[in-house]
């Protein structure tokens, strides 16, 4: 009869314990994590060496302050700034200080005719102090071209005349419309016998003219449309100068002036040199226009005894002038020629 062997106990627990190792390192191994690559390295291969980071324990960690980015939430973006204030935008200039503004850039260049012409321009609408720093600055031009012995090229004011035997400085002017007073003082004659036939001289393309400002007490003188000079004026008392336009009449020096008793009232004649006589040296009338009559007036342009009187209105009417200024005025008007007007501005 064959024998049957008997498991020996021995060996059936150690078998047991084997499957219980074998079963334990099979849960484990499904449990643990997968393998990591190594990362690629710039040639392209895999593997090489990789550096071990040291392991980081919460001592070694140290928050990061936030930084902000451009991908900011609406709950957390900045309210924009208001935009800063603009400055306003500069006024364009008007023509005319365009005008004043070239004018000053050649009369500092010493281009008197270009100056002349550019602030003449500007002059015409103006307003102080542009106004009067335009014509401080003609004045100046004005001696140079006009009142001096040179013409500049390019002076269409101006010319050289040719004296001819016999000639006279009055007879020199007549068609010029300017005094012989004014001819012979541009050239520094004398004497009117001393000017010599054959000679050139200066002769100044006129006539001069006028313009009164009644509110500003000023009178301007101009050739043509270019500004020569300006003079302080007395008016009429009561506003009585006349408002218009006139012509130069007589010229006068020394004139008789009918004047007032003071004991009786009645009208007297007060000669030249009298200390009453209120009219300085000189007087210069003013006629209507010859559409008008051309009938002389009772007003004139003289000096004064009382200087004081200049920038108000004392006077009965006529237009009063320190007595050197009117002196001055004296060789520029032309009787029947010059135009004297009288603005009420």
């Known amino acids: 009869m064959a024998r049957v062997l008997r498991p020996n106990r021995v060996g059936i627990a150690v078998i047991a314990v084997a499957v ?16 990591v690559q190594p990362p690629e390295i710039p040639d392209g291969t895999i593997g090489g060496p990789v550096a071990q980071t040291p392991p980081v324990t919460n001592e070694s960690v140290k928050p990061k302050p936030e930084i902000p980015t451009t991908d900011i939430s609406p709950e957390t973006k900045r309210k924009p700034k208001p935009p800063e ?20 850039k050649a009369f500092d260049s010493g281009d008197y005719i270009n100056a002349r012409n550019q602030l003449s321009q500007a002059l015409k609408g103006l307003k102080n102090p542009y106004r009067l720093n335009a014509k401080i600055q003609l004045g100046t031009i004005a001696n140079e071209l006009t009142f001096s012995r040179q013409i500049i090229a390019g ?3 101006a010319e050289l005349h040719h004296v001819k035997p016999g000639e006279t400085p009055a007879g020199v002017v007549k068609d010029f419309g300017i005094t012989a007073e004014l001819f012979m003082k541009i050239n520094n004659i004398r004497d009117a016998r001393s000017m ?27 050739l043509g449309n270019y500004f020569i000079k300006r003079y302080a004026i007395g008016l009429g008392r009561d506003n009585s100068s006349p408002v218009g336009e006139f012509l130069a009449g007589p010229r006068l020096e020394k004139p008789p002036w009918t004047g007032e008793d003071p004991k009786t009232g009645r009208r007297i004649l007060v000669p030249h040199g009298d200390p009453s006589y209120p009219l300085g040296d000189h007087w210069i009338s003013l006629s209507e226009l010859p559409e008008r009559g051309g009938k002389k007036t009772s007003y004139g342009i003289h000096g004064t005894n009382e200087p004081q009187s200049i920038g108000t209105m004392a006077s009965r009417g006529c237009i009063r002038m320190h007595n050197k200024d009117v002196a001055e005025l004296f060789d520029l008007l032309v009787s029947g020629k010059s135009r004297i007007t009288l603005l009420d501005d």
């Open 196 to 222: 010599m036939a054959g000679k050139s001289y200066k002769v100044i393309k006129g006539p001069f003219n006028v313009v009164i400002h009644k509110k500003a007490f000023e009178m301007d003188v101009f």
């Open 20 to 35: 219980a190792v074998v079963i334990y390192l099979l849960v484990r191994g499904c449990g643990s994590e997968p393998q």
């Open 85 to 104: 204030p603009k400055s306003p935008a500069p006024q364009p200039k008007s023509v005319y200080e365009r005008w004043y503004a070239a004018g000053r």
């Open 155 to 157: 002076d269409t004011t």
